[in-house]
């Protein structure tokens, strides 16, 4: 006689029936995502440089290229007009493996529209010192 041992996980469904699984058809771990707004960043300081240079000339070509509004361009672009430390520090920013931000991108640029350095720091201080809302959860 053989005798196969294994294991498997049991769940109860809402309707009180229960299921059988494999362990090894669990869901795979999320690797971590590098966060939406530092990919923002590094294409701001990169479309930035590419208008500088001369490697395209103005905004409205890079909307035509892209393939988005000359409007998200400058929302972009936008994000070069904070102070270099908060740029450092957006690019700086730790991978996520949660699917929530800790702050959103309209909140980065409600920062940049402040002309004045200073403010911008006390604006990226409050908001990088706020808990992630997916941490407060419970």
Not at 22 to 42: C, D, F, Q, Y
Not at 50 to 68: H, S
Not at 95 to 117: C, G, L, V, Y
């Amino acid at each position: 006689m053989i005798h196969i041992q294994t294991k498997f996980l049991t769940t109860s469904t809402s309707h009180g029936r229960r299921r059988v699984t494999s362990p090894r058809l669990s869901r795979p771990v999320k690797p971590p995502r590098v966060p939406h707004i530092t990919k923002l960043m590094a294409l701001a300081i990169r479309l930035d440089d590419l208008l500088a240079t001369g490697q395209v000339k103005d905004q409205a070509e890079i909307a035509r290229t892209a393939g988005i509004t000359r409007a998200r361009v400058t929302q972009i672009l936008n994000l070069t007009q904070l102070a270099p430390d908060i740029q450092q520090a957006i690019l700086d920013l730790d991978a996520m493996t949660d699917s929530s931000p800790k702050f959103r991108e309209s909140e980065i640029r409600q920062i940049a529209i402040e002309h004045n350095w200073i403010k911008q720091r006390k604006g990226w201080k409050r908001l990088s010192n706020r808990p992630n809302p997916s941490e407060t959860k419970s």
